[in-house]
């Protein structure tokens, strides 16, 4: 209960409904409206709790069967209303959250403590707005609060492309009154990426596309079955988007009786969004006769107020099952999808604004640089031909997996494994009997990765991390969360091969919370950074053990400049009238090549003996997604061109020096891997410069000694 103060300091208890809100006489709260139940009311929900314990049985066991045998019956009783002491249970089971759950072990508890969110100061400003006359919430970083933003902050980072969006505070604060915080995330994920219905992320995604999608349709439903009405709407100029966007972006749970939001909620996760087409049909039905005589103020007032027996579920739902919508709506969509014919153009628009955007950056002066990744890569392939005429060996690779630790498999922790090389890698090495650990940004796209793997290797034994790897408290926090999996899992607490795959081409500049250039920090800092952390495990190993980084023949082009402190942060770059995109790419390439000869010789200083050793691998040209926030013709004139002469590499083919390089013989250490079949070549001139390498490495060790401060 609430406590209140009165004027002599004496605390009273606010009285609440039993949903938990603060009782008020008027208002447009979410609680009003409620009836009071008296004990015949009492008895009748006792008896429908009975009914509904029998029917999902313990912890929800017999529920999947009981919806295969009698469907019809489980339709009904949900639609008469789920028991409010189950509806929690009820909810995972009928949206498959709680499967999702169950296939994502500690997923959530990594997104809210270890990830970070380009929205969280948008949440924070949001929190105190949703349901602010609910007990839980009331409470300014209480833990309704806390809980709220948890679980808002987790699926914005799950799911960067949809992030947070306003609405979404009251669907979480809806699920957050019945369940946990991690219930509560995984039936958002449930209802957004279509666990049973259709995926519903385009209510929240830029632009609000699903949303505009179902204002159109509903605005010709209500022109079809009330016509009287859609024409009044029309001669006052009310739109959907005037009255109803709420409806769909919170499913009614935004200013609407908080009663007959449960009910309405009860049937839409069990049958989908057309229940929320079907009550707004039917609350415009139920006052139609008022609503065509009002002129345009009135009218925006009464579509937003709505008087309480409209609003009344055990009238208003009777009213929306008896409106039939399903058909119209699939014919719509089915319209929607159809191709429409246009008259014939000469040119097509979009055509010529991709072509001029992509002439636009081919003229800029760091894109010239870009061109000449060509000559680099012709003198690898050069380089490559000239050893295989004059030194026909080449390093001998293995095909499997011959140490182990124990009984154990050889762990691997490959970077960048949700898509391209990373993923083609993380898929051979598995095949060679490692266990990998695959490490990646996007839980979504880390999941799938996962099952994909599985899939295809049912005997590969795999776990996954999300780590960003531009983020340096992510990459702390990684190195813990995988000791302690090494020691949970009771394995030898070393690791035997690390893969520094992941990496990124930007064509602007994106600083990280650090205030690093992102590409300097994802494409080496980051890198520099894992290495340095998880350096004791692999010097732990009772095998040979081994660090992979994967560079880029574009280093062959870069000038080196300087590697103070500015140039590796990227700090410099930002003092250009435009972004030099090309060169901070090589640049990032070049010094991560540079710490791999300097990271060999600092070994070998230690220890002679190859127990840790170090290579490089150059994958050639890949078609990946690298270049995805090119102009599109930038990239498909690069990859048709080069797919022309012969160069272009699938992500498999372009895999094989990592692959190379992880398998050679343990003597192997401080070469460049280039064109598979475990080929070496020699880098450029700048890029085994010893006085460089001992300054880059001075300089990283420099910040890395300054992160590690900050997140001690």
Not at 131 to 145: D, E, I, L, M, N
Not at 306 to 321: G, I, K, R, S, V
Not at 324 to 345: I, T, Y
Not at 437 to 450: K, N
């Amino acid at each position: 209960m609430e406590k209140k103060k009165t004027g002599d300091n004496v605390p009273v208890i606010a009285p609440v409904d039993r949903f938990g809100f603060l009782k008020q006489e008027q208002g447009n709260s979410p609680q009003r409206f409620i009836k009071t139940r008296s004990s015949t009311n009492y008895e009748k929900e006792e008896r429908r709790v009975t009914k509904w314990r029998k029917m999902i049985g313990a912890g929800g066991s017999d529920w999947k069967h009981y919806v295969k045998r009698k469907p019809h019956v489980v339709k009904r009783r949900i639609r008469k209303g789920i028991p409010d002491c189950l509806r929690g249970l009820v909810w995972q089971l009928i949206s498959g959250s709680r499967d999702l759950l169950l296939m994502n072990p500690g997923v959530y508890e990594q997104l809210v403590v270890y990830e970070t969110s380009a929205s969280e100061l948008d949440i924070i400003r949001d929190i105190s707005r949703t349901f602010p006359s609910h007990v839980f919430f009331q409470k300014r970083h209480g833990p309704g609060q806390r809980s709220l933003y948890n679980v808002l902050k987790a699926y914005s980072v799950y799911d960067r492309d949809v992030g947070y969006v306003q609405g979404m505070g009251f669907v979480a604060g809806l699920l957050l009154l019945y369940m946990s915080e991690e219930d509560a995330f995984w039936l958002l994920v449930a209802l957004l990426k279509g666990a049973v219905h259709s995926p519903m992320e385009g209510l929240y995604q830029a632009g609000l596309p699903l949303v505009q999608k179902y204002l159109l349709q509903f605005d010709q439903l209500v022109r079809e079955l009330m016509p009287k009405l859609g024409e009044h709407f029309t001669q006052e100029m009310i739109n959907p988007s005037m009255y109803a966007s709420q409806w769909f972006i919170t499913v009614f749970s935004y200013s609407f009786p908080f009663h007959s939001a449960l009910r309405i909620w009860d049937v839409f996760l069990a049958e989908g969004i057309n229940i929320v087409f079907k009550v707004g049909l039917a609350l415009l039905k139920h006052c139609h006769d008022d609503l065509v005589k009002l002129p345009f103020e009135e009218l925006m007032h009464a579509l937003r107020n709505f008087p309480e027996d409209a609003m009344d579920p055990d009238t208003l739902l009777p009213l929306a099952y008896s409106i039939k919508v399903a058909k119209r709506l699939e014919e719509m969509k089915q319209d929607g999808e159809k191709p429409v014919a246009k008259p014939a153009q000469t040119v097509n628009p979009k055509m010529i604004k991709d072509v001029v955007e992509a002439l636009r950056f081919a003229w800029s002066p760091s894109s010239w640089d870009m061109f000449l990744w060509s000559i680099a890569l012709f003198s690898s392939y050069l380089k490559l031909l000239r050893a295989s005429i004059f030194d026909s060996k080449s390093t001998p690779i293995s095909s499997s997996i011959v140490p182990k630790i124990g009984s154990s498999r050889p762990i691997c922790v490959v970077t960048g494994v949700t898509s391209g090389i990373g993923k083609a890698t993380a898929f051979a090495l598995a095949e060679k009997g490692y266990h990998v650990v695959l490490v990646g940004r996007s839980p979504q796209l880390l999941s799938e990765t996962l099952k994909e793997i599985k899939s295809k290797n049912k005997d590969a034994q795999l776990k996954s991390f999300v780590v960003d790897m531009s983020s340096f408290s992510s990459i702390f926090n990684f190195k813990d969360s995988l000791e302690q999996w090494l020691s949970d899992a009771e394995l030898h607490p070393s690791i035997q091969l690390l893969v520094n795959n992941a990496g990124i081409m930007a064509v602007s500049s994106r600083p990280t919370n650090e205030g690093y250039d992102r590409v300097m920090a994802t494409n080496y800092i980051g890198p520099f950074t894992m290495t340095k952390l998880l350096l004791p495990l692999l010097e732990n190993s009772s095998v040979p053990s081994r660090v992979v980084n994967v560079v880029s023949f574009t280093h062959r082009y870069a000038s080196i400049g300087k590697v103070d402190k500015d140039y590796v942060t990227g700090k410099h770059f930002t003092t250009y009238n435009q972004y030099p995109h090309a060169h901070v790419y090589e640049y990032s390439k070049l010094c991560l090549l540079l710490f791999s000869y300097e990271l060999h010789r600092q070994l070998r200083l230690k220890d002679d003996s190859h127990h840790v050793s170090v290579i490089a691998a150059d994958p050639g040209f890949v078609k990946t997604n690298l270049m995805r926030e090119y102009p599109k013709y930038v990239s498909a004139f690069a990859f048709f061109s080069f797919k022309l002469i012969g160069l272009l590499q699938t992500p498999d083919e372009g895999a094989r020096s990592s692959v190379d390089a992880a398998l050679a013989p343990s003597e192997t250490s401080g070469v460049y891997y280039f064109g598979g079949k475990g080929r070496t070549i020699k880098s450029s001139k700048a890029s085994r410069d010893p006085k460089l390498g001992k300054q880059l490495w001075e300089t990283s060790c420099g910040l890395f000694d300054q992160l590690q401060s900050y997140n001690d």
